[in-house]
């Protein structure tokens, strides 16, 4: 009985370490049209142009002083892959020939960039630095997008602070508000068409990590525009690395800590008479509000910080966002004057990032992450009100390592949405039977009491 119960075990583990083995090298096929990370490649060659096999060759991340190390193959070759958008140097040596350093080579999600090296020959220890040349075509990938810095999406005045608003910037999109898709994605999601496709069906990735919403489309999770290192969406010729769609797909990068520290904070308020009068105010709403907009303010306010706990090691970044916002909502009831009103129309998000990052060797790297975001919006109309809160969990751990000929990503994710629709009396109260219960008043498109799409609940 022991002997059949060990050759079980025996049996069970080697079947185990054969899918373990498959699995790994079915990871470790090379896919950059939507993974989170970027490449360099390139030849180093002599002066006559021949190749030169086993050249040194050393990348290492200006931000975080991560260096990795490797050498040309037999064709003169090098290729370093999982590489974060960022900045960084490249250097080449060789025996008999100075080394050269390519300065400042801006990598960005899913593009391969090309540092390929013509050493001149000299003593060894002698250092050629050359700044290289922003790449304008990427012949490596048949991909079709559009890449977004950090810079951009933190620094370009757009209005609603919605991360996938910056889809607007490449071509071939249009954006929409969530709910002309669904109740639940009232005021704070937006639907990413496509060429010309609806949206519903775009992909949204986070660091790797599937976020779409299966049941209606759009995400489940809201980030901060403080929070994003990169922002990229891929129009056509997507490869297996994204999750199954025929339209396009957003493909996310948040920030990371660094050897220096740096943080920023922001604050900014709106009211009614910042904006320009809107195109649907009747004269009556003109003489309601003495020729002035409807009632609206919003407050917003954020910051993030990031630096190392060890130079080179281990880094850490925190972000935190809210919004308050409140506007009037009004009904005019021509059969029903008593239902005429104007009440306020509360919203509101919070968004909250924690990561850290840990250079474990110079071709290891890991990665940890807890996002939370929370929002209120209303919806339905001013005497049948509704509000819908979301809440979403996501934790997300990394593992990428990088060698000289294969390259190996493991990333694992959690998420958790919850929603939950409910109606809602708000400066107007129900009519209600003697028993107190709310009275529903439907007259061809007009209705009063509770909202009929509440109650309901996503866990």
């Known amino acids: 009985m022991n002997l059949k119960l060990v050759r079980w075990v025996s049996g069970f583990f080697r079947a185990l370490g054969i899918a373990v083995l498959l699995l790994s090298m079915t990871l470790s096929r090379p896919g950059w049209a939507q993974t989170p990370t970027g490449a360099i490649e390139g030849e ?85 630095s050359v700044v290289a040349e922003a790449v304008t075509v990427d012949t490596a990938r048949q991909t079709v997008d559009s890449v977004i810095t950090g810079t951009e999406v933190r620094n370009l005045p757009y209005f609603s602070r919605n991360f996938l608003d910056m889809a607007a910037l490449a071509p071939g999109t249009w954006i929409r508000d969530g ?52 922002f990229q969406l891929t129009r056509s010729s997507l490869d297996p690395s994204t999750s199954f769609t025929s339209s396009g797909a957003i493909n996310i990068i948040t920030r990371t800590g660094g050897n220096e520290i740096h943080g920023n904070w922001f604050w900014d308020y709106y009211n009614q008479d910042m904006g320009a009068r809107p195109h649907y105010l009747t004269r009556k709403d003109l003489e309601e509000f003495n020729g002035s907009n409807p009632p609206f303010k919003r407050n917003r306010t954020g910051g993030t910080i990031g630096g190392p706990f060890k130079k080179d090691k281990l880094f850490w970044l925190v972000n935190w966002e809210r919004h308050y916002q409140t506007e009037l909502r009004t009904s005019r009831v021509p059969e029903f004057p008593q239902l005429n009103i104007s009440q306020s129309w509360p919203a509101g998000l ?110």
């Open 44 to 128: 180093i060659t002599d002066p006559s142009g021949a190749v030169i096999p086993g050249a040194k060759v050393t990348v290492t991340e200006l931000a975080t002083g991560r260096s990795v190390t490797l050498t040309t193959s037999a064709e003169g070759r090098f290729v370093v892959r999982n590489l974060l958008p960022g900045v960084y140097k490249v250097t080449a040596e060789a025996a008999g020939f100075a080394a050269k350093t390519l300065e400042k080579v801006s990598v960005s999600s899913g593009a391969v960039v090309n540092a390929s090296m013509k050493l001149e020959l000299g003593k060894t220890g002698e250092i050629i």
């Open 179 to 230: 709910g002309s898709i669904d109740p639940t994605k009232e005021f704070a999601y937006r639907v990413v068409g496509v060429v010309g496709r609806s949206g519903t069906a775009t992909r949204v990735q986070i660091d790797g990590i599937d976020v779409t919403d299966e049941t209606v489309g759009t995400t489940v999770a809201n980030f901060s525009p403080e929070a994003i290192n990169e």
């Open 350 to 459: 919070r968004f909250t990032d924690h990561r850290l990052d840990w250079n474990i060797t110079s071709n290891t790297r890991f990665f940890g992450k807890f996002h939370h975001d929370w929002n209120l919006a209303t919806g339905g109309s001013a005497v049948s009100p509704f509000q819908t809160i979301n809440w979403t969990n996501l934790v997300t751990f990394g593992l990428d390592h990088t060698g000289p000929r294969m390259t190996h990503t493991y990333h694992f994710g959690y998420v958790n949405f919850n929603n939950r629709i409910e109606s809602q009396e708000l400066k107007y109260k129900f009519l209600r039977t003697p028993q107190g219960i709310p009275y529903y008043l439907g007259v061809g498109p007009y209705a009063a009491g509770p909202n009929s799409l509440a109650p309901q609940a996503t866990y």
